[in-house]
């Protein structure tokens, strides 16, 4: 069912959302008065994570609520994969962590550079 599709993406973006924050599962769990198990049950999808505790979750994790939910319209339709989803499955824990940096670097001035600096990193090592 799609339903299960949805729970997986959100638990993925949950994942993503807890590790950018700098957060073990164990930490998220005290937070939310739950264990570590059932913060691992959320992020594979096992468990669906009610209204209220996905509002709490997006709160201490610093994230809009939609940030679980942008997106997803593509798993009710087997047939619509937009363009980029393979790209973003492949995202690993030193990028998310790379990005959270990056997001919260004070300077607009330094975090434009710092952004320039890595997208022309690809390029340089494509023309040796």
């Known amino acids: 069912m799609a339903c299960d599709e949805i729970d997986i993406e959100i638990g993925r973006r949950l ?5 950018a924050a700098g957060l073990t599962q164990t930490e998220l769990g005290v937070r939310l008065g739950i264990s570590f198990q059932q ?11 009610g209204g209220g505790r996905l509002y709490k979750i997006a709160r201490l994790l610093g994230v809009k ?6 997106g997803v319209e593509h798993l009710l339709d087997a047939d619509a994969v937009p363009a980029g ?3 973003l499955a492949a995202i690993d824990n030193r990028t998310i962590r790379a990005a959270h940096v990056l997001a919260n670097l004070p300077d607009e001035d330094i975090k434009e550079q710092v952004f320039r600096l890595i997208a022309a990193l690809p390029k340089q090592k494509a023309s040796r």
């Open 39 to 49: 913060i691992q049950k959320y992020e594979k999808g096992r468990n669906r994570i």
């Open 85 to 87: 989803t393979n790209e």
């Open 65 to 70: 609520i939609t940030y679980f939910f942008d």
């Open 15 to 19: 994942r993503q959302a807890r590790v």
